[in-house]
């Protein structure tokens, strides 16, 4: 008998891989208008918005910066810190990142194997941060997530985004078990593996990394993922 009544997955990083759609998106966009980065490689472009897109997520969660603020405040930073300013192209930026974003999807590897042998021993659900139309958007593309699963929870429907209890606390009532015996997996230590205990729920990290408590484990290849949840 599974020790589990219900398991959620994180989509980013964890089921699809966005790391790589977000590189290759950045890198269309540099490729396809490179004057408005100045003189900066794309290994330059590219580490910057690695520093700045995590502080305006952080802040948008906090409810600090409002959706659009958050779309289009990355790129105006972005610029910024490149010395190129323009908000009209941070504006254009914001939709074309999205755009060229949505052509570079793909499944982590292993991962729809995984998701189809958890979902045939217990019931499933997906639990996402993200802008709604995005994450429903990779939905339509990679079908089976939604098809098995009972429950799909995106952040931004709901009103608060991982790791706030409030979106676990949603997530258990739609769950309908308790959540001592719910099993979130995902990448992030913040948003899925701290937000998860912080509801009283098991984690399962998606990381080569340990951390040290009871209710987590850790792994790092799918084909290993479903012999440790029973």
């Given at each position: 008998?599974n020790?589990?009544?219900?398991?959620?997955?994180?989509l980013?990083?964890?089921?699809?891989?966005?790391?790589?759609?977000?590189?290759?998106?950045?890198?269309?966009?540099?490729?396809?208008?490179?004057?408005?980065?100045?003189?900066?490689?794309?290994?330059?472009?590219?580490?910057?918005?690695?520093k700045?897109?995590?502080?305006?997520?952080?802040?948008?969660?906090?409810?600090?910066?409002?959706?659009?603020?958050a779309?289009?405040?990355?790129f105006?930073?972005?610029?910024?810190?490149?010395?190129?300013?323009?908000n009209?192209?941070?504006?254009?930026?914001?939709?074309?990142?999205?755009?060229?974003?949505?052509?570079?999807?793909?499944?982590?590897?292993?991962?729809?194997?995984?998701?189809?042998?958890?979902?045939?021993?217990?019931p499933?659900?997906?639990?996402?941060?993200g802008?709604?139309?995005?994450?429903?958007?990779?939905?339509s593309?990679?079908p089976?997530?939604?098809?098995?699963?009972k429950?799909v929870?995106?952040?931004?429907?709901?009103g608060?985004?991982k790791p706030?209890?409030?979106l676990?606390?949603?997530?258990?009532?739609?769950?309908?078990?308790?959540?001592?015996?719910?099993?979130?997996?995902?990448?992030?230590?913040?948003?899925?593996?701290?937000?998860?205990?912080?509801?009283?729920?098991?984690?399962?990290?998606?990381?080569?990394?340990?951390?040290?408590?009871?209710?987590?484990?850790?792994?790092?290849?799918?084909?290993?993922?479903?012999?440790?949840l029973?």
């Amino acid at each position: 008998m599974n020790k589990y009544q219900f398991v959620y997955f994180d989509l980013d990083d964890t089921l699809l891989d966005h790391t790589h759609a977000e590189k290759c998106a950045l890198q269309t966009l540099f490729q396809e208008q490179t004057d408005l980065f100045g003189s900066n490689d794309f290994p330059d472009v590219y580490a910057a918005y690695r520093k700045i897109n995590p502080v305006v997520w952080q802040k948008y969660s906090a409810g600090e910066f409002t959706k659009i603020q958050a779309k289009v405040g990355r790129f105006e930073q972005l610029l910024a810190a490149m010395g190129r300013p323009d908000n009209e192209a941070s504006l254009w930026l914001a939709d074309a990142y999205l755009n060229r974003y949505s052509y570079h999807w793909q499944e982590v590897e292993g991962a729809i194997d995984a998701f189809k042998n958890t979902a045939a021993q217990v019931p499933v659900g997906i639990m996402t941060n993200g802008f709604s139309e995005i994450q429903r958007a990779k939905l339509s593309q990679f079908p089976i997530f939604d098809e098995l699963s009972k429950d799909v929870i995106v952040s931004e429907e709901v009103g608060f985004l991982k790791p706030d209890v409030r979106l676990f606390k949603h997530a258990e009532a739609a769950a309908k078990v308790p959540g001592e015996s719910i099993l979130h997996v995902g990448d992030s230590l913040s948003s899925d593996v701290k937000g998860g205990l912080g509801a009283g729920w098991k984690v399962a990290w998606y990381s080569k990394e340990n951390y040290d408590h009871d209710d987590v484990w850790s792994f790092t290849d799918w084909s290993t993922f479903v012999d440790k949840l029973s």
